[in-house]
């Protein structure tokens, strides 16, 4: 097995698709997102999985059971499974970050260009992994 190892800060911030899978392994998977200003990923509950956010680039709110958290780059953010939680891009720029799921949330390789492409796609992960 290869795992993945490149520079993911290079990769985030050069990143231009709202969600783009990198690796999903069966435990934990790896996306890269770019929200473009005043577009969110929409509210959500995860009841089975936790979620990590890595903000590399832009400002924005990340909801959490109702309490607003302004983000900016660098820092972390982890939402635990069953906690109602949204993010949204508040700043003139993309907000540009990636996610760990733990276990994953998406199909291995998904690539949504846009919000609105994701909206329309009910995919979820089917089990396969990277490798």
């Known amino acids: 097995m290869k795992g993945f190892i490149d520079n993911i800060e ?3 911030e050069e990143n231009t698709d709202f969600r783009r899978v990198l690796y999903t392994g069966h435990n934990l998977q790896l996306v890269l997102m770019a929200i473009p200003h005043g577009q969110e990923i929409g509210e959500e509950v995860h009841d089975d999985r ?4 890595r903000i590399e680039a832009g400002e924005g709110e990340i909801w959490i059971d109702g309490v607003r958290h302004a983000v900016k780059a660098d820092d972390g953010v982890i939402v635990p499974r069953g906690a109602r939680h949204n993010v949204v891009s508040t700043g003139s720029e993309p907000l540009r970050l990636y996610t760990l799921y733990g276990p994953p949330e998406h199909r291995d390789g ?7 492409e994701a909206s329309a796609d009910h995919e979820h992960f089917d089990g396969r992994t990277t490798e």
């Not at 936790?50 to 956010?53: I, P």
């Not at 998904?110 to 609105?116: M, Q």
């Open 50 to 53: 936790d979620q990590f956010f």
């Open 110 to 116: 998904t690539v949504h260009a846009t919000v609105e």
């Open 10 to 12: 290079r990769l985030t």
